[in-house]
């Protein structure tokens, strides 16, 4: 990775992924880091966020003068939610979705045109429009509170990754294979864009493009923060390194139960959000040996110091205990899909909007963020 730098001794930068319901974990991590830090300002230069990462991303950067009161403010709307604020799941909207894509396939699509998603989200553009002042970002940006914010998404019409960012005087746009930077006045579209998980929500139009979920195509996850001037990043994953339970064993002598539908979109949401954060933090770390070894070897490219947050909990595990809390509508669609039970937990931990689970996240993610109290303090501290 590479980027222009200056004299300045450190520019922490923050990377939070996607994940859906499970971004409640980054809450809780940045409420213990604030903790950790008091009396401090917002302690990140610059911020990236992807899917649902680019939720809370948008909140602390329109409000990096009072970075405080932003993961209060967060936090409340975290603990809070319900799934009806997020989606239409009323039996009327369910059913009405349900109708739309049985017409489509018996038609071919000639009467009634496909739908473009599962669920409407609608409810969950309102909520944000009331929480995010873009205003703010101009503010802070202007007042040194903050050096940038990107939101990535992906272009329909390209395949292209995007980080859409938004930042001080001298941060160049940049161009490499399958990705992209653009600087842009970033509004709710950019947001909603980034958040359009492929199939359950629709994609959004900028410009004279549809664009969807960040992650898709994000091959080097950690490369914008690097671009954008970042000089050390603490990235805040939403899946544990090591499965924490393992898979329901058939009785023996039956034949296990092929996965459905829900089961296996819950797996492919596991890949979608995290496999390509684990291969570019791993690639940076090879990177940086070299760095460290023969500098003259990688012209243009420098040390980045990493941390990784990860829940010390797997969410699917928490999520288990928490599936009756679902809207009734929601869990008969992962009953029809094959997954009502454990089965259905990967996927559920992904759509679980529901405070009852999502304020155990937030616990889950402080208690982590004071577990690795040294390793956080190190990574603000020491010298670059």
């Known amino acids: 990775m590479s980027a222009a730098t200056s004299p300045r001794s450190q520019r922490p930068g923050l990377v939070l992924t996607g994940g859906g319901a499970r971004a409640a974990y980054q809450v809780g991590v940045l409420k213990g880091l604030a903790q950790l830090l008091p ?41 809070g939610f319900t799934v009806e604020q997020v989606f239409e799941v009323s039996a009327g909207a369910m059913i009405g979705s349900g109708l739309h894509w049985l017409a489509s396939l018996v038609t071919g699509g000639w009467l009634v045109p496909p739908p473009k998603a599962l669920f409407d989200n609608t409810p969950l553009r309102r909520l944000l429009a009331r929480r995010i002042d873009w205003r703010g970002l101009q503010r802070g940006l202007q007042a040194g509170s903050l050096q940038a914010l990107a939101l990535c998404a992906t272009s329909y019409a ?17 161009t490499r294979r399958q990705h992209q930077g653009r600087r842009i006045s970033l509004t709710l579209d950019h947001l909603m864009a980034s958040l359009a998980v492929p ?78 954060v684990s291969a570019d933090l791993e690639q940076l770390r090879r990177i940086n040996q070299l760095v460290s070894l023969a500098p003259a070897s990688v012209a243009g490219s420098r040390h980045i110091d990493t941390l990784m947050m990860v829940p010390s909990i797997d969410p699917a595990v928490i999520a288990q205990r928490h599936m009756a809390s679902l809207p009734r509508t929601l869990r008969v669609l992962l009953r ?8 259905g937990a990967e996927l559920a931990s992904y759509l679980m909007f529901e405070g009852v689970y999502t304020r155990e996240l937030i616990a889950l993610g402080y208690a982590d963020a004071l577990r690795q109290r040294e390793q956080l303090l190190a990574f603000f501290q020491r010298p670059v």
Request: net charge negative; glycine share 12%; charged share 10%.
């Open 39 to 79: 009396g401090r300002a917002n302690p990140f230069h610059v911020i990236v966020g992807t899917s649902a990462g680019a939720v809370t991303a948008a909140v602390l950067a329109s409000q990096a003068g009072r970075w405080r009161q932003a993961i209060a403010q967060t936090e409340q709307v975290w603990a």
């Open 336 to 343: 029809v899909g094959g997954a009502s039970d454990v089965r």
């Open 158 to 174: 390209t395949g292209e990754s995007i980080a859409f960012f938004e930042a001080v005087p001298g941060v160049e746009e940049w």
């Open 199 to 276: 199939m359950l929500f629709a994609p959004q139009l900028l410009g004279d493009q549809y664009h969807g979920d960040g992650a898709m195509r994000q091959m080097a996850p950690l490369s914008p923060a690097a671009h954008l001037g970042a000089t050390r990043l603490l990235i805040i994953g939403v899946r544990p390194e090591e499965q924490s339970s393992p898979p329901p064993v058939s009785p023996v002598g039956s034949v296990p139960a092929a996965p459905g539908p829900a089961q296996l979109l819950g797996y492919a949401l596991n890949s979608l959000f995290m496999d390509q």
